[in-house]
Nanobody, 122 residues
Framework: VQLQASGGGLVQAGGSLRLSCKAS????????MAWYRRTPGKQRELVAT???????NYSDSVKGRFTISRDNAMNTVYLQMNSLEPEDTGAYFC?????????????????WGQGTLVTVSS
């Protein structure tokens, strides 16, 4: 199983970006998916999560500006980022709690995509 993230780039403050992360491989079911970020001078931060039933949660720093969504048929999670601020600059990583069917057993594992860089200029 692999997660492929895309959509990062350079944007001015107040602008928008949409990140995508597609899971590929032999997948039985994707439980939860999430976006994390690592910003300059800070540890990794959980940005947003979405469960298999669509329940979402956001960090206080992005609540009201970012929206996480998922397309189960496409095994893809999105992060719509609006009203971007310079403090949002960093590397964004997608995460998936993904189940595989292995020899008749369901095996759940954590998977990470490669980071996609978001740069917000002031």
């Amino acid at each position: 199983v692999q997660l492929q993230a895309s959509g990062g780039g350079l944007v001015q403050a107040g602008g928008s970006l949409r990140l995508s992360c597609k899971a590929s491989g032999t997948i039985f079911r994707i439980a939860s998916m999430a976006w994390y970020r690592r910003t300059p001078g800070k540890q990794r931060e959980l940005v947003a999560t979405i469960s298999s039933d669509g329940t979402t949660n956001y960090s206080d720093s992005v609540k009201g500006r970012f929206t996480i969504s998922r397309d189960n048929a496409m095994n893809t999670v999105y992060l719509q980022m609006n009203s971007l601020e310079p403090e949002d600059t960093g590397a964004y990583f997608c995460y998936g709690d993904i189940e595989r069917l292995v020899f008749g057993r369901i095996l759940s594992s954590d998977y990470w995509g490669q980071g996609t860089l978001v740069t917000v200029s002031s």
